[in-house]
């Protein structure tokens, strides 16, 4: 399976600070998917944003933003003015097969944000 | 907006015993998923599911498991005969393409003993 690697396990900050959650992902592939999901300590798996090979421009979602680098192969996720309510797992996924957005995820290891009030 | 419903949210199962995890996935959904996240790891892929069929499987499932769709709307995970090390959340997901990909459900965790 083609990896992806979330080198921060976990991060704590303060509210209001920025944080940025790191995400590099193997592929042999020239088109592919790459997805971000949020895990609450409720525990679904709430879906965030998903992103194809052919659009580099970083996208913002209110206090949300990605910056997706094809030259580094990563992907990371940013958010802006952090809230208590964004502790949670963090997850950076990927199809396993190119360019197919049906077939199975491989997740990185999950990074936990802790906010603190 | 529509989602993947799951049932039972938490199950105790003894050890040995056979467990049934429901599943029904968006209605206009073609593909399936299981997916487990042992706790505090990270989430794994176990099965997909097309066209009435298993499209792929892992390595986790083994002859202990298996998959059905018996009414065209309820996609089950049958596990038959649990170990200790089957204790996980268990998610079921959809996926009809052309939207934003895969639909997660809320999970089933399954606890053994």
């Known amino acids: 399976a083609q990896k992806v690697t979330q080198a921060q396990t976990e991060i704590s900050v303060v509210e209001k600070e920025d944080v940025t959650l790191d995400c590099v992902y193997e592929?042999?592939?020239?088109?592919?998917?790459l997805f971000w999901y949020k895990q609450p300590p409720s525990g679904e798996l709430v879906f965030l944003i998903r992103?194809?090979?052919?659009?580099?421009q970083n996208e913002i979602s209110g206090r949300y933003s990605w910056n997706f680098q094809k030259s580094t192969s990563s992907f990371n996720f940013t958010i802006t003015a952090s809230q208590v309510v964004d502790s949670a797992v963090y997850f950076c996924a990927r199809p396993d097969h190119g360019s197919s957005n049906t077939g199975k995820l491989i997740f990185g290891q999950g990074t936990t944000l802790q906010v603190k009030p | 907006e529509p989602e993947v419903t799951q049932t039972p949210s938490h199950q105790v199962t003894q050890m040995g015993q056979e467990v049934i995890l429901r599943c029904v996935p968006i209605?206009?959904?073609?593909?399936f998923y299981w997916y487990r996240q042992i706790l505090g790891q990270k989430v794994e892929f176990l099965v997909s599911?097309?066209?009435?069929?298993?499209?792929?499987k892992s390595e986790i499932f083994d002859d202990q498991f298996s998959v059905e769709r018996p009414d065209g709307s309820n996609f089950t995970l049958k596990i038959r005969s649990t170990k200790l090390e089957d204790s996980a959340m268990y998610f079921c997901?959809?996926?009809?393409?052309?939207?934003?990909?895969?639909?997660f459900g809320s999970g089933t965790r399954l606890t053994v003993v």
């Open positions: 997901a959809s996926n009809g393409v052309n939207n934003y990909g895969y639909t």
């Open positions: 592929t042999r592939d020239t088109t592919y998917y």
């Open positions: 599911f097309y066209n009435n069929e298993i499209s792929e």
């Open positions: 209605s206009n959904h073609l593909y």
């Open positions: 992103r194809n090979s052919f659009d580099e």
